[in-house]
């Protein structure tokens, strides 16, 4: 039996774990029958590995997020903080290049924030989670307008401080130590920098 043949399962697999992303599984009003995971895994495991690969390649066509995801999973998971790191430096860079204006500023920091969310989704992990989602808060607090009233553009910060707080909550207790001093310390940067913004809502 081809070698390859319980990787490129395991990998293809994950295409299907979140029925909002594969377009097979929208608009349930269709024709087109729907399958559940366990069918479909065992549908699988009766394919050999060159069969897997071209279905594979077949969603990769179907989809850009799906060949996304399948680049990331063939080439990249091995080393989810790796990964991260890979784009941090052009997330920060994005963030250089705010608008000054507070409304254009927002609608940026969220293109940001869902490219973001996605590499998240992609790793499935909480680490990786805190890790981006920390780096960005500190762009934030460099390039965004710290003077600015405009309430969207505020609660951004908030959010993702919260969303920070709630990830470190998962992680394995050595992690939690390290990465809540980390946490702590951005609060503490962002308190001295924003007026609006109070740390006894938001420290661990």
């Known amino acids: 039996m081809n070698n390859s043949k319980p990787r490129l399962l395991t990998r293809l697999k994950k295409l299907?774990?979140?029925?909002?992303?594969?377009?097979?599984?929208?608009?349930?009003?269709?024709?087109?029958?729907?399958?559940?995971?366990?069918?479909?895994?065992?549908e699988l495991q009766q394919l050999d590995g060159k069969q897997v690969?071209?279905?594979?390649?077949?969603?990769?066509?179907?989809?850009?997020?799906?060949?996304?995801?399948?680049?990331?999973?063939?080439?990249?998971?091995?080393?989810?903080?790796?990964?991260?790191?890979?784009?941090?430096?052009d997330i920060g860079f994005a963030m250089s290049q705010l608008p000054s204006h507070s409304y254009t500023a927002t609608k940026a920091l969220r293109k940001t924030l869902k490219l973001i969310n996605k590499y998240i989704k992609f790793t499935g992990?909480?680490?990786?989670?805190?890790?981006?989602?920390?780096?960005?808060?500190?762009?934030?607090?460099e390039y965004v307008d710290r003077r600015t009233s405009h309430k969207p553009l505020r609660l951004i910060l908030v959010k993702q401080l919260e969303?920070?707080?709630?990830?470190?909550?998962?992680?394995?207790?050595?992690?939690?130590?390290?990465?809540?001093q980390e946490f702590d310390a951005l609060i503490d940067d962002a308190v001295a920098r924003l007026p609006w913004l109070y740390k006894h809502d938001l420290l661990l």
């Open 163 to 180: 969303k920070i707080k709630k990830a470190i909550a998962k992680l394995h207790e050595d992690l939690q130590f390290d990465y809540t």
């Open 53 to 89: 690969a071209e279905l594979a390649l077949r969603m990769a066509r179907y989809k850009k997020e799906n060949k996304e995801l399948l680049a990331y999973l063939l080439f990249d998971a091995d080393d989810e903080l790796a990964f991260a790191e890979s784009f941090k430096h």
């Open 16 to 42: 299907f774990t979140d029925k909002r992303d594969n377009l097979y599984f929208a608009d349930a009003h269709m024709s087109i029958k729907q399958y559940s995971l366990q069918e479909i895994k065992k």
């Open 125 to 141: 992990s909480k680490q990786v989670e805190v890790e981006l989602l920390i780096d960005f808060c500190k762009d934030y607090l």
